[in-house]
């Protein structure tokens, strides 16, 4: 089982920066690939990063290319998205997961977070 917790959202200008945090627990998250998903109102859920525990090997949905960064502390348990030069779009409700392999598909995502809202104003 893996546990996984988002905060760090919020509002936030457009141009403006945010890091929401995903803590994860559990005896085998670290041997997952942890993703960032994010769901806006009336839309499907997307992927938007994702990151191997072992290696930091990082994934990028186009949209937030040069804009977005995912990381990852191993000491704390804990993967980041910083969030830079958000945009009114990139508002929604943002998600981290974890899969045992590497994919941008949702449904392959075993364990998913609550979830934290981000919104940007323009």
């Known amino acids: 089982q893996v546990q996984l917790v988002e905060s760090g959202g919020g509002l936030v200008q457009a141009g403006g920066s945010l890091r929401v945090s995903c803590a994860a627990s559990?005896?085998?998250?670290?041997?997952?690939?942890m993703g960032w998903f994010r769901q806006a109102p009336g839309k499907e859920r997307e992927f938007v990063a994702a990151?191997?525990?072992?290696?930091?090997?990082?994934y990028y949905a186009d949209s937030v290319k040069g804009r977005f960064t995912i990381s990852r502390d191993n000491a704390k348990n804990t993967v980041y998205l910083q969030m830079n030069s958000l945009k009114p779009e990139d508002t929604a409700v943002y998600y981290c997961?974890?899969?045992?392999?590497?994919?941008?598909?949702?449904?392959?995502?075993?364990?998913w977070g609550q979830g934290t809202q981000v919104t940007v104003s323009s």
């Open positions: 997961a974890a899969s045992r392999t590497i994919t941008i598909a949702a449904y392959e995502y075993d364990y």
């Open positions: 559990g005896p085998t998250f670290i041997r997952y690939y």
């Open positions: 990151i191997r525990w072992s290696g930091g090997t990082t």
